[in-house]
């Protein structure tokens, strides 16, 4: 549970959850790709190093607690608590088939490990807020809520009444981490509702904000590090990513935000994807 | 019935009080009974009496704003890691506002959050259309997993505040703004489901739910002295619909009146209605608010106005009766 990954394993698990995305959204034949694509790396990170977790008890009562707020990327937490060992990976082919597990959009009454059924966008940060007052109430200070957003979702207006409510109550056991990707349906964010200053925004409604690359495994880890040592304030982890990173067509292109890729672009995508694998090098060896 | 342990409903001098008292009183009983109980209001904290909580249990009280979205999200998070959060606002804005997120956060999620929405129905009178909430018990009774309460009187809202307390399911409960008849005591009996007859009679089944069983009960004794014997069987949960109480009283009787400060589509009118038609289809008569919204005025202006008085009531128990040719 609380194996020390060296960065190039982690940059390899990152790269296999990667595969899983494919391999499950081609054989679902619907789902999101970008999305799941360009956080692989952040629920590498999060899986795999920074959480205290133990899939083999996933109630356990000391866990931090992971939400995901942006619930159309369900994908890549099925696939990343696959490789953790929460479940056979086999099960991954059962992504949106009759009688899964894996639902469309996560359904905490389903599976095991799933903290919050999400789907209906800009819920998950309020809940993070109830769940660490409920912490706080029962004195559990070793324990922390990381809550993953959409930088899309952010149009969501409850997500601001959270905003809001957090740095009242100074809750510094909430970490939020924002898929800064700038795409949502409808085309890149900035032309759909600016959401910058997005960096100011955050600060001026009383949040610590950190600004990394969401794609460097080394950066999320170093940031939930120094977000953890943040006390009396929130804090808000602007994780610019690329979405549908790892697969040179969908790198990019909002229109792969809702799309599955098709049996030929598939097999095209996994190519890659192996080929990367064998490539990979820490540049931190 | 006297094995209810009714107060002496017909006296001009029957007690009123708001339900929403009886809830604030319960729900600091509550919290001392269970620690893990906890409240979060949105601005309107004395408003809904929660303050009498708060001022009991400050660190376990949280006062979110002017924002009902983030009011059940967060009662989501709380109760997700154990907690039993009453959140509280006015009806027309929780769960007139935030349905979306009750469902998705509270209800298919399945962690028990209770839901407190104060100053629904005609009661609300001055405040006007915007403020009267009418439509909240079909929005929640379609809600699977959610359990739809509507106490008749504040000795009941505390009951059922502490009934909420225990139950492990989500829960919506309405209440009023006006002090309200005071018909039940603390030995009339509770449980979440139940529907109580508190008048035995042959000729015809009044089924009321919230402060209208209480006006229910004034036509029953108005039909008396016309000479029909009325049922009235008081509903204070909606969902789940205690079926056997109420198939039982319209078996018996072959005519029935439903009667709620509602809209009769999708409210107490609408269950009745979808149980009778599938399992015993009865003559039915829905009073309640009937595809129109409220406006200004006081209370009693505007039962008068829509139709919801105890005259109105014993009228269309004399029109029901007449037509199936039972007078």
Redesign the interface.
């Known amino acids: 549970m609380f194996q020390k990954y060296s960065e190039l394993e982690l940059e390899q698990i990152a790269n296999t959850i990667r595969k899983d995305i494919i391999t499950m959204l081609e054989h679902a034949g619907s789902g999101h790709s970008a999305g799941p694509l360009g956080l692989a790396d952040i629920f590498a990170a999060l899986y795999f190093d920074v959480l205290r977790h133990d899939p083999k008890k996933p109630d356990w009562e000391e866990r931090d607690i992971l939400l995901l707020s942006n619930g159309h990327c369900a994908p890549v937490r099925y696939a990343a608590m696959a490789e953790a060992g929460y479940f056979s990976k086999k099960e991954l082919l059962t992504l949106r088939q009759f009688g899964t597990r894996l639902q469309g959009h996560p359904?905490?009454?389903k599976l095991a490990g799933v903290?919050?059924?999400?789907?209906?966008l800009?819920?998950g940060l309020?809940?993070?807020?109830?769940?660490?007052?409920?912490?706080r109430?029962?004195n559990q200070h070793h324990r922390w809520v990381y809550v993953v957003l959409g930088d899309g979702e952010l149009d969501e207006?409850?997500i601001w009444?959270?905003a809001?409510?957090a740095p009242k109550?100074g809750l510094h056991n909430i970490i939020g981490i924002i898929d800064r990707n700038n795409i949502q349906i409808d085309g890149p964010t900035e032309s759909v509702v600016p959401l910058e200053d997005l960096r100011g925004k955050w600060e001026s409604f009383g949040w610590h904000v950190i600004e990394i690359d969401g794609n460097n495994i080394e950066a999320v880890i170093d940031a939930c590090a120094m977000a953890r040592a943040v006390i009396e304030k929130p804090v808000m982890i602007i994780a610019h990513t690329i979405p549908g990173k790892g697969v040179d067509f969908m790198e990019y292109d909002f229109h792969w935000h809702g799309m599955p890729p098709n049996h030929e672009q598939a097999m095209i995508a996994l190519k890659e994807l192996r080929t990367l694998g064998g490539k990979i090098r820490s540049e931190h060896e | 019935m006297s094995n209810l342990h009714l107060t002496d409903y017909l006296s001009p001098d029957v007690a009123l009080v708001p339900t929403r008292k009886g809830f604030g009183e319960g729900l600091k009983k509550a919290g001392e009974i269970d620690v893990n109980v906890v409240a979060a209001c949105a601005d309107l904290t004395e408003s809904v009496q929660m303050h009498i909580f708060r001022e009991a249990f400050p660190n376990r009280f949280f006062e979110i704003g002017i924002a009902e979205q983030n009011l059940v999200t967060v009662g989501s998070g709380l109760a997700a890691m154990g907690k039993i959060p009453f959140v509280s606002s006015y009806a027309a804005f929780s769960p007139g506002r935030n349905w979306e997120q009750i469902k998705t956060t509270i209800a298919l999620n399945d962690v028990p959050v209770k839901i407190i929405g104060s100053h629904a129905g005609l009661y609300t009178g001055a405040d006007g259309a915007t403020h009267q909430m009418l439509e909240d018990i079909a929005l929640m009774r379609v809600m699977p997993n959610m359990v739809v309460i509507a106490p008749g009187d504040a000795v009941e809202a505390e009951k059922a505040t502490l009934a909420m307390a225990k139950d492990p399911r989500p829960n919506y409960m309405r209440l009023a703004r006006e002090a309200t008849p005071v018909f039940t005591t603390d030995k009339t009996p509770f449980e979440i489901g139940q529907a109580y007859v508190l008048e035995q009679g042959q000729d015809i089944t009044i089924i009321a739910t919230g402060t209208m069983t209480h006006k229910a009960l004034i036509a029953a004794q108005l039909l008396f002295k016309d000479g029909i014997d009325a049922e009235v069987v008081h509903v204070p949960t909606i969902k789940p619909l205690d079926a056997v109480t109420i198939l039982q009283s319209v078996k018996k009787t072959g005519a029935v009146i439903t009667v709620e400060e509602g809209q009769i589509a999708g409210g107490l009118g609408g269950a009745v209605a979808e149980l009778l038609s599938e399992q015993l289809p009865t003559r039915l008569v829905r009073m309640g608010m009937k595809d129109h919204y409220g406006e200004s005025g006081k209370p009693v202006e505007l039962f008068e106005h829509f139709g919801l008085t105890t005259k109105h009531i014993a009228l269309e128990a004399h029109q029901l009766l007449t037509s199936l040719g039972k007078q």
Request: proline share 3%; glycine share 14%.
């Open positions: 359904e905490r009454t903290e919050n059924t999400s789907g209906p800009g819920s309020s809940q993070a807020i109830g769940m660490a007052l409920a912490m109430l029962n207006g409850n009444e959270a809001m409510l109550h």
